[in-house]
């Protein structure tokens, strides 16, 4: 018979058999406990008293299994520290194997991370606080599915006032991150009757791929210097994704002509353009474009992210949509998962409403763009180098000259110096053939250990 007992606070489940003899029972379900690993070395037991209240014994048959068991060498008291399962070193657990270990990063330099060295703990820590003092038990309960309004209103203030972004705290849906938020939207514009949808190439290989999963096939749209080639969208196209700020990975901004030319294409196919503005903060010789959804509100859909500012870890992300699309996003969302965490929203909310979050992406910006600065001077001093895009985002891409080193032979001595990177060449719908380069993130290390990843960086870059 299977029990579950708390005694003083300690909850312990055990297997135990009614028929019996009661200590032998209760040594039997302890025993067995402890071998399969339930029981793990170090676990405090309940107290005597407290177990023979519980599982209704007499004090006297807890104490004697406990002396039993410790005499075996299954547990130990100390007096004042209760008794405690000791380790067994030849337990053998049935395990499957571990997956091989993540390899170790000695410097990162990957493409697209903000440096989480320098997250706003205190400003974080202050907001929760403010949070939960005084909060309505309600914030426990179960969630909006559309997000919960505070950050709703304080995302349609924010995004008019910095991105453009025409958003009504009833357009807004917030979402586990762009990568829920593109699964969601796929899906709901695959049962609208969407089949294809462009998107860039090259591009970011996992939206894609997040695309084709929420039931949309993907034709690739060339990109150049002036961005996506929206004159090449093909006829049939139910919506075109795109990274006008800061095209992932080139660099390159959507030309104003483009901007304007997509639209006009939404407008009178009836299609959505799908506007991912994942690093659009972070402009280093100027303002920011503004957002292509302040153009053709009831076309695009924007969506931004928390993973470029605060940290992926949080997996706070909104989308604005057209008004036709709200219902049916959130009836996604819904589906999907109910709701996204209520905390975290609140304390966003929280930190954009007190303008914490604008000192905070400020404070970023001067830092990546003098860490921007000090990567072209590196890339200046290597012939054959070239960067690519205009000073923005998180990441730069360096093109190799044909003479030296493939993409492929850099990306290995990278890996063998325990060095993150990324390569060009996978981001492109058809890999074969395609230019090669190296995406270099320059925000991902901490201040302190930027100076050192570069110096990993060009040593590879020289001695190949
Ligand atoms: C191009 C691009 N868009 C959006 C995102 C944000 O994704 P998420 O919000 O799911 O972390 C990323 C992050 O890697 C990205 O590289």
Known sequence: MTRSWSSFGLDLHLDLQVTAKRRSGLESALRAAIQ?????????????????????????????????????????????????????????LATE?????????????????????????????AATRRVLTGARPEIFAAGDPQGRIELRQALADYLGRTRGVVAAPDRIVITSGYHQGVILLSGVLAAGGVTSAAVEDPGHNVFRQAVQRGGVATTPLPVDQ??????????????????????YPTGVPLHAGRRQAVCAWARSTGGVVVEDDYDGEYRYDRQPIGALQGIAPENVVYCGTASKTLGPALRLAWMVLPPHLVRKVVQAKQDADRFTETLSQLVLADLIAGYAYDRHIRAARLRYRRRRTLLLDRVAAVPGLAVHGVPAGLHSLLTLSAIGPTEAEVLDRCAAHGLGIRG?????????????????????????????????????????
Do not use: I, K, N
């Open 36 to 92: 399969d690993g339930r029981l793990p070395a170090g676990t405090l037991l309940p107290s005597t008293r407290g177990l023979a209240r519980d599982l209704g014994l007499s004090r006297g048959t807890v104490t004697a299994a406990y002396g039993q068991l410790v005499e075996e060498g299954f547990l130990a008291t100390r007096p004042g520290s209760g008794t405690t399962v000791v380790g067994l070193a030849s337990r053998a």
């Open 97 to 125: 194997p571990s997956p091989p270990a993540p390899p170790c990063l000695r410097h990162d330099l990957r493409p697209g991370l903000p440096d989480v060295s320098a997250f706003p703990t205190s400003a974080w820590l």
């Open 226 to 247: 002036q961005g996506a080639r929206v004159d090449m969208v093909p006829p049939g196209t139910g919506a075109v994704f795109l990274t006008p700020s800061h095209q």
């Open 424 to 464: 060009l060449t996978e981001l492109h719908h058809d890999p074969d053939g395609r230019p090669q380069g190296l995406l270099v993130g320059f925000a991902a290390p901490s201040e302190r250990g930027y100076p050192a990843a570069l110096d990993a960086l060009f040593a590879v870059l020289r001695s190949a």
